[in-house]
């Protein structure tokens, strides 16, 4: 009896325990689930306003169009357009003789490069690359010169065919990411002959070591030039660069030389093709699809014409007194083949991005794809680590959706008074509440970015009380704006909504990156600028901004301490 009763006993105490596990194991998964969903939109809105980004860039490509056409009546007024409207003809230079000028000092202890260059060469330049070693300008200048030489033998649409003993492996973004391009070398292999790549654009901007990955690619593509395939993206622009990092970082690491490398680079990414064909059914390229563009177009247009997806091409352009604009060898249609590809044949789209913790550490995974002989598409994950390993899965949920809400806290700043008055249209009598609906309904009609306002209010308005929102109260835990007194506060919200597109607009100005611009620049610009968006801000108030900006008082302005004074300072996030 007695042993009977201890196994009765073992098996209740076994019938709880199992029990609690299966308890703890539904709880377990609640919780990843609410987690995951947090994680998502959070997501949600990191690529919602970055979708709204892309369309504000497309308004800034319409600005410098128009400045193009509004700025000067004359050809004789043309020279006062920045040399980037109106460049000067370009003097035949031997830049390999200017760069073999450049010497490398005894202390530089990172590799030196010696051209041809070889495997194991690039091998060499990736293990400094790990330690964190910058390559020195020289080798820098020399490798955009020999990637130039083999980019301007190429077509517009590289054509390639798969074979059983050679896989295929195509890449998408990569944006700075250098641990992520060890981690697909590392997973992957590196290239050769027998394991070729294709990467697809953005190799640069965003991540910190843009130039590393650069430098990296065009070393594989001069040890194999048919083997390892580079197209341009939308990144490869020298006034994306200027507005996304990468022409900073340029700087900051070669200071000295670092304007030969952006007017170098500006050259080199006129001559990356526009896209890969493989067996002439998988077309790798870079950006969206259309309608109304053709293979056969973009065949055949003078890629190296388009300088930047953001303005005209400029050469040859000419000024024609008789129409009073100017005049480019691309056609419209031609220029918008370089954003758009036409959907003709293509059965499928397959979207590939290979930048993991791409908006915040933890955000997202990045992937590639491998294409054999019969082009089936074989995908691959993976993130990398070296940070977010150490992060619980709730801090790391935390840091993405505080990053998220934070972008989001500087949209709805630069649309403050709009947003005000927007939600009084819903409270006819004054009262400083509406309900949680209509103020879903107004910010919608303010900031048009289509997110689930009602679910994200809680964590962007001050109070909810009885289902209504007292809007009169602020929003909640929002940044705030760092400005000088001078400002006023519809100047201030529009700098901070605008001052993407001003930083971009101002360094063109600033021809030799000094980050110092005159006074006459800085206003004829700015009274462009408001003409163009139809802002109503008096040039007054900007003449006044201008003015305390220039502390010396030698009648220049530093651009960068004048959006720095602009800044969005946030608050301490709360932990949830």
């Known amino acids: 009896m007695g042993c009977s009763h201890?196994?009765?006993?073992?098996t209740k105490k076994s019938e709880k325990a199992m029990k609690a596990a299966v308890l703890i194991q539904n709880w377990y998964r609640c919780y990843k689930a609410r987690l995951e969903l947090r994680r998502r939109q959070a997501l949600n809105i990191f690529e919602t306003i970055e979708y709204a980004d892309e369309q504000d860039q497309m308004q800034l490509a319409k600005f410098f169009t128009f400045m193009l056409e509004h700025y000067v009546k004359n050809k004789s007024?043309?020279?006062?357009?920045?040399?980037?409207?109106?460049?000067?003809?370009?003097r035949k230079s031997d830049q390999e003789t200017i760069i073999s000028l450049i010497e490398v000092p005894d202390t530089y202890y990172g590799p030196r490069l010696k051209f041809p260059l070889t495997f194991a060469d690039v091998v060499l330049l990736i293990d400094a690359f790990k330690e964190n070693q910058i390559l020195h300008a020289r080798y820098v200048l020399e490798v955009l010169v020999e990637a130039k030489k083999i980019l301007q033998q190429m077509p517009n649409i590289i054509h390639i065919s798969s074979t059983v003993s050679k896989e295929?492996?195509?890449?998408?973004?990569?944006?700075?990411?250098?641990?992520?391009?060890?981690?697909?070398?590392?997973?992957?292999?590196?290239?050769?002959?027998?394991?070729?790549?294709?990467?697809?654009?953005?190799?640069?901007?965003?991540?910190?070591?843009?130039?590393?990955?650069?430098?990296?690619?065009?070393?594989?593509?001069?040890?194999?030039?048919?083997?390892?395939y580079l197209n341009r993206g939308n990144h490869e622009d020298y006034l994306m660069?200027?507005?996304?990092?990468?022409?900073?970082?340029?700087?900051?690491?070669?200071?000295?030389?670092?304007?030969?490398?952006?007017?170098?680079?500006?050259?080199?990414?006129?001559?990356?093709?526009?896209?890969?064909?493989?067996?002439?059914?998988?077309?790798?390229?870079?950006?969206?699809?259309?309608?109304?563009?053709?293979?056969?177009?973009?065949?055949?247009?003078?890629?190296?014409r388009m300088r930047s997806v953001l303005m005209p091409p400029l050469v040859p352009a000419v000024f024609d007194p008789r129409h009073g604009h100017f005049s480019h060898e691309l056609s419209p249609p031609a220029m918008l083949a370089m954003e758009q590809l036409t959907k003709n044949e293509w059965d499928q789209i397959i979207t590939v991005f290979s930048a993991s913790n791409y908006y915040e550490e933890g955000s997202n995974r990045g992937a590639y794809l491998k294409l054999s002989h019969d082009t089936t598409p074989r995908f691959f994950q993976y993130q990398s680590s070296q940070i977010t390993q150490a992060k619980t899965l709730h801090e790391r949920v935390n840091i993405v959706e505080n990053a998220a809400f934070r972008i989001l806290g500087e949209r709805m700043i630069s649309r403050k008074t709009n947003l005000i008055k927007a939600f009084q249209k819903y409270d006819p009598n004054d009262t400083g509440k509406i309900s949680l609906s209509d103020w879903a309904k107004a910010t919608e009609e303010v900031l048009e970015l289509h997110l689930p306002w009602m679910s994200l209010c809680p964590r962007l308005v001050k109070t909810i009380e009885d289902g209504y929102v007292l809007y009169n109260m602020g929003f909640k835990d929002l940044p705030v704006v760092r400005a000088p007194q001078v400002a006023k506060a519809g100047m201030v919200e529009t700098l901070v909504r605008y001052r993407s597109d001003l930083k971009i607009i101002f360094n063109v100005i600033d021809k030799d990156q000094s980050g110092l611009i005159s006074m006459d620049e800085f206003r004829a610009m700015w009274k462009l600028f408001c003409s163009h968006y139809n802002i109503d801000i008096?040039?007054?108030?900007?003449?006044?901004?201008?003015?305390?900006?220039?502390?010396?008082?030698?009648?220049?302005?530093?651009?960068?301490?004048?959006?720095?004074?602009?800044?969005?300072?946030?608050?301490?996030?709360?932990k949830l």
């Not at 790549?197 to 593509?221: A, H, K, P």
């Not at 900073?248 to 093709?273: C, D, F, N, R, S």
């Not at 059914?281 to 003078?302: F, Y």
């Open 241 to 304: 660069n200027m507005r996304y990092g990468f022409t900073k970082e340029i700087m900051q690491k070669y200071k000295q030389h670092g304007a030969k490398i952006l007017h170098l680079l500006e050259e080199v990414y006129t001559w990356l093709p526009i896209g890969t064909l493989i067996d002439k059914k998988v077309l790798v390229i870079h950006g969206g699809i259309a309608d109304n563009t053709d293979l056969n177009m973009l065949e055949q247009m003078k890629r190296n």
């Open 538 to 574: 008096e040039e007054s108030h900007v003449d006044q901004v201008a003015h305390s900006m220039d502390l010396n008082k030698d009648g220049s302005i530093d651009f960068n301490e004048f959006l720095t004074a602009f800044d969005v300072v946030h608050r301490a996030t709360n």
């Open 168 to 228: 295929l492996t195509i890449c998408g973004d990569i944006h700075g990411k250098l641990d992520d391009l060890f981690l697909i070398f590392y997973k992957n292999g590196l290239p050769s002959g027998n394991n070729r790549y294709v990467f697809n654009g953005d190799f640069v901007d965003r991540g910190q070591n843009s130039m590393e990955v650069l430098m990296v690619l065009f070393s594989f593509l001069l040890v194999y030039p048919n083997d390892i």
């Open 6 to 10: 201890s196994v009765h006993n073992e």
């Open 77 to 90: 007024s043309a020279d006062n357009l920045p040399k980037i409207f109106n460049p000067e003809p370009k």
